[in-house]
């Protein structure tokens, strides 16, 4: 196994204190990984007329679920 030592700094001209460089070769998964997919997000990107009027997610997932309650039965029916 190739081990480097701790005090050696992979770049000279880096101000960090030996202790804070981090050994991404030990890296555990985190146990509560899971838990944090129960919630998934999805990224929509907003023209910028858009995004100037809708200025946080809320505000707009409030608009778009006002939208789904108000869509014709047979509208949601057929995207199913």
């Known amino acids: ?9 992979p770049n000279p001209e880096d101000e960090l204190l030996p202790e804070y460089h981090f050994d991404y ?3 555990k998964r985190n ?3 899971a838990q944090s997919l129960k919630r998934r997000m999805t990224v ?3 023209d910028e007329d858009v995004a100037e009027f809708f200025t946080t997610s809320e505000s707009v997932n409030k608009v778009l679920r006002a939208l789904i309650e108000a869509m014709p039965q047979a509208a949601s029916d057929e995207t199913a």
């Not at 196994?1 to 700094?9: I, L, W």
């Open 31 to 33: 146990r509560f990984a």
């Open 25 to 27: 070769q030990r890296v």
């Open 1 to 9: 196994m190739n081990k480097k030592p701790f005090d050696e700094s």
């Open 44 to 46: 929509v990107v907003l």
